[in-house]
């Protein structure tokens, strides 16, 4: 069936360096690729999407990039931030499908 | 806007007793979702829906019943509640397919 595999499951960071997630999909009809942040004890909330017509999409410390080839698509957090410790969801929905398939998650760590 | 707004916040249930998980938005949205989260876990899916008087079953629905007789509210039923229920549970709606999904604060229900 289709699956989203996620990595790394852990991620610790000095502040100020730069994280990266990555997500490989396997529906190659998958077209929509969105990244949930979700803090301590609070609901998964969208901070950046990227489709399947786009390569890559940025939104000030916050990239996605898309490879659609390999089917991967990856986060990259620049400049990190304390308040950027999460668990990061990635995901990935084909149209017509109703839902996403989800990753496992990625839970970050930025030490100050 | 509220957004997606859930009740109740918390919740424990004895082992055999039913209850009814309130899940309403305000956005207009076709499609909703119900998932339930287990500690340090991702995102299961439970049911979808993708229109009033429409329902269908995600990865992990035994043990739960839902309904969507209006557009706003999307009601998640537990019958004979058991302790591999405990979890986190987080309604969601989005616009449509391959859209961002807006999640609600979360029903955590612990049974004992």
């Known amino acids: 069936g289709e699956n989203v595999e996620q990595h790394p499951s852990t991620l610790s960071v000095q502040e100020g360096d730069s994280a990266v997630i990555k997500c490989t999909y396997s529906d190659s009809a998958s077209n929509y690729f969105p990244w949930y942040k979700q803090e301590l004890g609070k609901r998964p909330q969208l901070i950046i999407d990227i489709r399947s017509n786009v390569g890559e999409k940025k939104d000030q410390r916050i990239a996605v990039t898309l490879n659609k080839t390999a089917k991967h698509f990856s986060l990259h957090i620049t400049e990190t931030q304390p308040e950027d410790s999460a668990v990061y969801f990635c995901a990935a929905s084909t149209s017509g499908t109703y839902k996403y398939i989800f990753g496992t998650g990625t839970r970050l760590k930025v030490l100050a | 806007n509220a957004g997606v707004t859930q009740t109740p916040k918390f919740r424990i249930l004895k082992i055999g007793q039913s209850m009814t998980l309130q899940c309403t938005q305000d956005?207009?949205?076709?499609?909703m979702y119900w998932y339930r989260q287990d500690p340090g876990m991702g995102l299961k899916l439970i049911y979808y829906s993708v229109g009033a008087g429409i329902t269908d079953k995600g990865e992990v629905p035994n043990g739960y019943n839902v309904s969507r007789s209006t557009t706003e509210d999307f009601p998640l039923r537990l019958e004979l509640a058991a302790p591999s229920q405990t979890s986190v549970y987080f309604c969601?709606?989005?616009?449509?397919?391959?859209?961002?999904?807006?999640f609600g604060d979360g029903t955590r229900l612990s049974i004992l």
């Open positions: 956005m207009n949205h076709n499609y």
């Open positions: 969601a709606s989005s616009y449509g397919t391959s859209q961002p999904q807006h």
